[in-house]
């Protein structure tokens, strides 16, 4: 297995679910720590996530059973370690933590992995179509306000010097308008080449 990608997501799973609250009063009191160990790991938390469950807990005077939970997460975890999951979790654009066993990782990596790549061509799927309705948004308003402008300039009652401001206006809105235009013509392009290469990946991790 790639060192180097080991290493890149268990700094990731670091970095994750700090500090917050994970438990309220009642939940403490009546904690089976295997039973919450376990939907942690089955759920891709790391076993750090104790240290949210203590912090919430001992605001009520009640410490986690680590054993119970430890031994519950590594149930958990084999739950969450198939390849399927991986690949649904990488779709999903989960980020993983480092939490499974060698034994389980590859797999579910390899899966992962293919699952990232649809995820990648998704979200740029929708940035695109973002930027695209953005740009519409643009070039609707500009029209609307060349249209006016236009108005303006051919009205009886506009001033020479008023004529010349609002004609150079025009050409300034007409030259974003132009642009914006363009540059939706090449979102069109994109978009249909995204959406070709989600299909041509769909189909070749189908067996997920």
Known sequence: MNMLRTWGVILIGALVLSGCATLNKEECL???WYQIGYEDGARGYSDTRIASHREACAKHGISPDFRSYQDGHSEGVIRFCTPRNGFDQGTRGYQYTGICPPSLEGE?????DAGREIYAVQS?????RSEQNRNE???SRLQDDIAAAEQALFSAETSEEDKRNIYDRIG??????????QRNKQLVVDIAQAEAKLRVLEEKYAYY
């Open 172 to 181: 300034r809105m007409q030259e974003e308008l132009g642009s914006l235009e």
């Open 124 to 128: 740029s799927i929708r940035e695109l």
């Open 137 to 139: 948004s643009q070039i």
């Open 30 to 32: 009546t904690a089976d």
């Open 108 to 112: 579910f990596l390899d899966a992962y």
